[in-house]
């Protein structure tokens, strides 16, 4: 046995790589291997992932690139100066207040050259949860209770007649978006996996939901 392979053993014990049934050393390297690979793919696909906002339309003005989230935009110097933008990779949500608060909105990789909500944001946050299989329940009233309704994939709500009625919500799995129109049109309301919202008041999203999609991992 090589010098390495306690180590081998130590990792594979802790990421519960390897059962007695295929725990070897040659299985260990493979094993490994594998999982590293995973790994690096993940951390390369983050790495690549990068948002360009602009000052103005049709991406001219002042530019800046950012590839971590930006809690305050206001000590970039784009503080509700952002009129276009350009995402590659993983979606960002931006938010009308800094530290990921008030209103929100996704952006997908693509660009905008026009944007809605122009000058309004203070703060950007990429997204990284995983976004296979994704589920979600929302409830009619607040604190989880009334009729209920769980679904896993891009639904008008109005099709399973649930349309503006929906006051809470709580993810299993995958990053939603909450629009306030069918067809994906209005204002948006991005939920994360894990996450339980017990009341849509506060967030002025009560008896607003029309439209619920999950954003999908891309291909």
Not at 23 to 44: A, D, G, I, T, Y
Not at 82 to 95: F, L, R
Not at 146 to 171: C, P, Q, Y
Request: net charge positive; proline share 5%.
């Amino acid at each position: 046995m090589t010098q390495s392979t306690p180590t081998l053993l130590f990792l594979c014990f802790k990421r519960q790589l390897c059962t007695p049934s295929n725990c070897s050393q040659h299985n260990h390297r493979n094993l490994l291997q594998k999982h590293f690979s995973s790994l690096s793919l993940l951390e390369s696909s983050f790495k690549m992932s990068k948002i360009t906002v602009y000052s103005r339309p049709s991406f001219e003005g002042r530019s800046a690139e950012f590839m971590f989230d930006v809690t305050d935009l206001a000590e970039k110097g784009f503080d509700n100066s952002i009129a276009s933008i350009k995402v590659i990779g993983e979606p960002w949500v931006a938010y009308y207040d800094k530290k990921f608060a008030g209103k929100q909105r996704v952006f997908e990789q693509g660009e905008y050259a026009t944007l809605v909500d122009k000058d309004k944001f203070s703060s950007l946050k990429m997204v990284t949860a995983d976004l296979t299989d994704p589920e979600i329940t929302l409830f009619e009233h607040v604190n989880y209770q009334g009729k209920r309704v769980t679904l896993r994939k891009e639904t008008n709500l109005k099709d399973i007649e649930f349309s503006n009625i929906a006051s809470s919500h709580k993810v299993t799995r995958g990053v939603w978006v909450l629009y306030e129109g069918i067809n994906r049109q209005g204002s948006q309301l991005i939920a994360y996996p894990g996450e339980q919202v017990p009341n849509y008041v506060p967030l002025s999203f009560n008896d607003e939901a029309s439209c619920v999609r999950p954003l999908l991992p891309r291909s």
